[in-house]
Nanobody
Framework: QVQLVESGGGSVHTGGSLRLSCAAS????????MGWFRQAPGKEREFVAG????????RYADSVKGRFAISRDNGKNTVYLQMGSLKPEDTAVYYC??????????????????WGQGTQVTVSS
């Protein structure tokens, strides 16, 4: 089992920045692909960003490219999502997820076995 705990959410104004953290514990592995997803009220959970085990490859949703950056520190078992130029449409609960397969970054929620409880991000205009 892998436990994931997100932190760093909050309320900001348009154009602001936040950094989310996801601390992993339990049967963690630096080979796991890690992803960030988000879910706005009334909408499906959607992929935001992903990173491979070694951190050499990343992938982003088109809606956040150039504004968000995912990174990881395997020594600390932590994944980060640096969010900048935030917009009201970024408002959502953000979830961290772990994929135990080594097949690369996936954008579907069904490819991730472990999930955190989520952290709220609210962007006001």
């Amino acid at each position: 089992q892998v436990q994931l705990v997100e932190s760093g959410g909050g309320s900001v104004h348009t154009g602001g920045s936040l950094r989310l953290s996801c601390a992993a514990s339990g049967r963690t592995s630096s080979s796991y692909v890690m992803g960030w997803f988000r879910q706005a009220p009334g909408k499906e959970r959607e992929f935001v960003a992903g990173i491979t085990g070694g951190g050499s490859s990343t992938r982003y949703a088109d809606s956040v490219k150039g504004r968000f950056a995912i990174s990881r520190d395997n020594g600390k078992n932590t994944v980060y999502l640096q969010m900048g130029s935030l917009k009201p449409e970024d408002t959502a609960v953000y979830y961290c997820a772990a994929r135990t397969s080594i097949l690369g970054i996936a954008t579907s929620t069904t490819n991730y076995a472990y999930w955190g409880q989520g952290t709220q991000v609210t962007v006001s205009s």
